[in-house]
Every structure is written in C-alpha cells, then in structure tokens.
C-alpha cells in the first residue's frame, strides 16, 4: 500500500499563489506516476496534473497551463502543485493521486489522498 498526505491549501484572493504538496509513503517502489485531481461542489472529480517519476514529464489540463506547474522530489517522494494567478474556478477540493501510469481519467490511478481545499475569492 502507498499513503498520500497532502498540505498546501487555503483561501486566496483571485490572482493570488498557493503550493501543494503530496508525500508519499509506504510501498512508493510501486508509482511510476503521481498527479492531482480536483472536485468542485456539484462536478466530477476532473483532471488537474501529472509527472511521470522517472522522466519527469509532464502534462496538465488546458485551463491551468501557464498557471500551474508540477514537481516532484524523487528523494522526498513528493509531489508538488505550484499555483499561480488562481482563479474562482480553481476553487475545489484537490486529491493527490499516484499510480503505475499517468492517466487524465481516476482509472489509472490506484492511490489517493484524503484531499485539500482550496477556496479562491474575488
């Protein structure tokens, strides 16, 4: 098994920061891949980010591109969510994920954290 501890979230003004971060514990031999995903009242839980933990690449929903940027600390075994110029639509509840495979669907994905709010207010 492989525990997720998020922290980072909170209520900011629109255009404001905040930095997520996930670690990563237990059976981490196992992910090949971590990312986040978010849920805003009413909605489906929705694609944010991910990080391959070898290569490093990347990938990330069209809304947040040039907003948002993931990292990861392989020594850590954390993952970050650095984001920026954050919009009231950003608001949501966000999951730290990690699996074998990247995935932009919770399919792929077979860990999850216990999720971080973040509210941004205008």
């Known amino acids: 098994q492989v525990q997720l501890v998020e922290s980072g979230g909170g209520l900011v003004h629109t255009g404001g920061s905040l930095r997520l971060s996930c670690a990563a514990s237990g059976r981490t031999f196992s992910i090949s891949a971590m990312g986040w995903f978010r849920q805003a009242p009413g909605k489906e839980r929705e694609f944010v980010a991910a990080?391959?933990?070898?290569?490093?690449?990347?990938y990330y929903k069209d809304s947040v591109k040039g907003r948002f940027t993931i990292s990861r600390d392989n020594a850590k075994n954390t993952v970050y969510l650095q984001m920026n110029s954050l919009k009231p639509e950003d608001t949501a509840v966000y999951y730290c994920a990690a699996g074998p495979v990247v995935g932009t669907t919770s399919g792929p994905w077979n860990y999850w954290g216990q999720g971080t709010q973040v509210t941004v207010f205008s």
């Open positions: 990080i391959s933990w070898s290569g490093g690449s990347t």
